[in-house]
């Protein structure tokens, strides 16, 4: 059947339909080259430059679905799947008896090849959440990787950096690794300051060693903290990642304070708490016209600044949960994978609530998937927000509505808790072993993919079932 006629040629039907079909609801047929695409009946349309990754292959007759995140709360581990993910986490820390906290035990897969390294950023990442996981049990391997920044801290560099930048050593060796890579990366001075202070908080026997190690640290970030770096996901360069500024702020507020009690040196607390508000002062820049938090003028829509949001909060209100910025930075991700991901558009289709979220808008890595550790990361933003409405927190009547749409309910503890749990319940219905979690999941057919059993990924779930619980247990504050 023909529909149309151009310069006297008839035009199928289907043609027409593709030509309507906009970029952005184009809906993926998951085929990739022009002849299976159009065998499947589907769409072939090539686009190029592709910062948003939109499908070459399409249906011509779908539309993009909406995703919610609209469920009822539902505890997404149960207490024996819990402790089978602390298991697995435990497993990666303190590799071969070096303190070394590995990236995975796997060594070779997908692009990324061989992930058994202990990066310093995963490291400090993860021994922070052991800390709040187990508490005084975690004392051994935290003594153990206490000793081994140190060590790690006073050996030459073989690449010409500072060493305190150095992005990932060998195992068990410790030396750093020397082939080609993204480096410098800074965030790693502040994160590992922030996990060791967590430590001696804990336990305060331990704060002289520690204000040593916290001292050279942060040291480097007061003085560098505007210098170029690599992103979190050590790929692009810039000066300017909101993941890097928020949690090096967080690092030198709470230095500031371990300066003057367990350094007894108010010089470095006064140089350490002038130097947050510098980096204070940035962050407002990070904010788009159109109100979300953008990670760099170069990397806009990324999930680092979901990442961020949970790490470098110090309950101060700077980009709190409940805040504006905060709350439009959650939907637009949102949006943004809910329409990239087929898994997510099979979910808005079945009305299954639930969004997998991915690093950021284009990524290609792999394929550019959804990711374990930042879906956990998103699905512990909406416990603390939770948990923060439960405790009386506010909110602008434009944060209300963003997030009732989000929800596609009202705006509440318990849907909060539901939101949370959907993003996690969608996650584990891809585990096809056990608690065993890869890095990414496939965003066509839902396989795991790339390295297997990464660590960062189980600390970020068990921080998510942390602030879960926590959340859960907070009683509402009525006014």
Aim: glycine share 8%.
């Amino acid at each position: 059947m023909f529909r149309a006629a151009v310069a006297g040629l008839l035009i199928p039907a289907a043609a027409v339909e593709c030509e309507q079909v906009q970029l952005g609801d184009r809906v993926d047929c998951t085929r990739m080259d022009e002849d299976s695409c159009r065998a499947a009946g589907c769409c072939w349309g090539p686009v190029s430059p592709n910062p948003g990754n939109a499908p070459w292959c399409f249906f011509s007759n779908r539309t993009l679905q909406s995703c919610t995140l609209g469920g009822d709360a539902k505890e997404p581990f149960s207490d024996e799947e819990a402790a089978e993910v602390l298991r697995l986490f435990e497993a990666n820390l303190d590799a071969e008896g070096s303190g070394e906290v590995m990236a995975s035990p796997d060594h070779a897969t997908g692009p990324g090849g061989d992930y058994y390294y202990a990066w310093a950023r995963d490291g400090a990442l993860s021994m922070h959440a052991y800390l709040q996981t187990k508490g005084a049990g975690a004392e051994e391997k935290m003594g153990k990787w206490l000793s081994w920044v140190e060590r790690s801290m006073n050996q030459p560099d073989p690449n010409d950096v500072d060493i305190l930048v150095e992005p990932k050593y060998l195992i068990p060796q410790g030396t750093p690794y020397t082939g080609g890579w993204c480096r410098p990366q800074n965030d790693g001075p502040g994160l590992r300051a922030v996990t060791a202070m967590a430590f001696a908080a804990q336990k305060p026997e331990v704060a002289g060693k520690v204000w040593e190690l916290v001292r050279r640290n942060l040291d480097w970030v007061a003085a560098n903290h505007s210098s170029e770096t690599c992103d979190l996901w050590e790929e692009v360069r810039s000066s300017d990642f909101f993941w890097n500024r928020y949690t090096m702020r967080k690092a030198l507020i709470l230095g500031s304070k371990f300066a003057a009690s367990a350094g007894k040196d108010e010089a470095r607390a006064a140089k350490y708490s002038t130097a947050a508000k510098e980096i204070e002062q940035q962050l407002g820049d990070h904010v788009d016209a159109s109100g979300y938090v953008f990670e760099s003028t170069d990397r806009r829509k990324d999930t680092a600044v979901i990442e961020a949001f949970n790490v470098g909060d110090l309950e101060d209100g700077l980009f709190g949960p409940l805040s504006t910025p905060v709350v439009r930075t959650l939907a637009t991700l949102s949006d943004l994978f809910c329409k990239s991901y087929a898994v997510n558009q099979q979910a808005a289709a079945a009305k299954t609530p639930g969004v997998l979220f991915g690093r950021y808008e284009g990524d290609s890595y792999d394929g550019g998937n959804p990711w374990v550790l930042l879906t956990a990361s998103a699905a512990t933003l909406l416990y603390r927000q939770a948990q923060a409405l439960a405790k009386g927190g506010s909110m602008d009547a434009d944060a209300n509505q963003v997030l009732h749409q989000l929800l596609g309910r009202d705006v509440t503890q318990q849907n909060l808790l539901g939101a949370g749990d959907a993003l996690l319940l969608l996650m584990k219905k891809y585990l096809t072993n056990g608690m065993h979690m890869n890095e990414q999941i496939d965003r066509n057919d839902g396989s795991l993919k790339s390295a297997k059993d990464l660590t960062w990924n189980y600390a970020n779930v068990l921080k998510a079932i942390a602030a879960r619980k926590a959340a859960a247990a907070t009683e509402t504050l009525v006014i």
